[in-house]
């Protein structure tokens, strides 16, 4: 089946303790991206990548950090959590993105709430 | 700065009823848009995508419109069920004005279907 996978699925940690938050996809995508959602903010991106090795800042990228050293994966990094970053977080993957060309489907994962005490 | 509105971000209606789910966009230059559904607390479920040349997109119930030169997408669903209850959401690329990467999500409708 194909899918995005995100783990955890719920979090709950205490300030400044390192986590990882992993996604991984295996429809062969090369566009990742990851989302916080809050309420009244609506979805925000936080990084996104074209492609392996390739990544940049969305809109909301602080405290944040992402590697892409698989096509597959895009883990979302934590070095020191706070509790501003509590939310539910989504992974999303695409086709390629194409800037004249056609933008293909977004198919995202379950999410991951994160408590952050 | 393309921004994405939409309205209502709250309805509730009888069962039976078609409705209509609204998106507005500022900038006309998109390149497609996305319908989305998502339940309480869990993922988005894409439901239809328009690509810009098109001006509409069927899947079951579900009919998506696309109108650029008006910057309006609208979100049919017929005979509404209980099981639709769920919030909608547009999402449109657009590379001259969209988010870091082109995208831009709306809000979201809200929408609750009384048994």
């Known amino acids: 089946e194909a899918q995005v996978t995100q783990n955890p699925r719920y979090l709950i940690t205490v300030t400044g303790k390192k986590l990882t938050v992993t996604c991984s996809q295996n429809?062969?995508?090369?566009?990742m991206s990851w989302y916080r959602q809050d309420p009244g903010l609506g979805l925000r991106q936080i990084y996104y990548?074209?492609?392996?090795?390739?990544?940049d800042k969305g809109d909301v990228p602080e405290g944040y950090k992402v590697s892409r050293k698989e096509k597959r994966n895009f883990p979302l990094i934590l070095e020191s959590p706070s509790p501003n970053q509590t939310s539910l977080y989504f992974c999303?993957?695409?086709?390629?993105?194409?800037?004249?060309?056609?933008?293909?489907?977004?198919?995202f994962g379950p999410g991951t709430r994160l408590t952050v005490l | 700065k393309q921004e994405v509105t939409q309205i209502p971000a709250a309805l509730s209606v009888p069962e039976g009823e078609n409705l209509v789910l609204n998106c507005s966009f500022t900038?006309?230059?998109?390149?497609?848009l996305q319908w989305f559904r998502q339940d309480p607390g869990k993922g988005l479920t894409s439901l239809l995508l328009?690509?810009?040349?098109?001006r509409e997109q069927t899947s079951g119930r579900l009919n998506a419109s696309l109108d650029k030169s008006s910057g309006r997408s609208t979100l049919y669903i017929a005979a509404s069920q209980p099981g639709d209850s769920a919030t909608y959401l547009c999402?449109?690329?657009?590379?001259?004005?969209?988010?870091?990467?082109?995208?831009?999500f709306g809000k979201g409708t809200h929408l609750i279907i009384q048994p």
């Open positions: 429809m062969n995508h090369e566009y």
């Open positions: 900038d006309s230059a998109i390149y497609n």
């Open positions: 999303a993957s695409s086709g390629p993105q194409s800037w004249v060309g056609v933008y293909n489907e977004q198919f």
């Open positions: 328009i690509q810009s040349s098109q």
């Open positions: 990548s074209m492609n392996v090795e390739v990544t």
């Open positions: 999402a449109l690329y657009n590379p001259s004005g969209g988010g870091a990467d082109g995208l831009t």
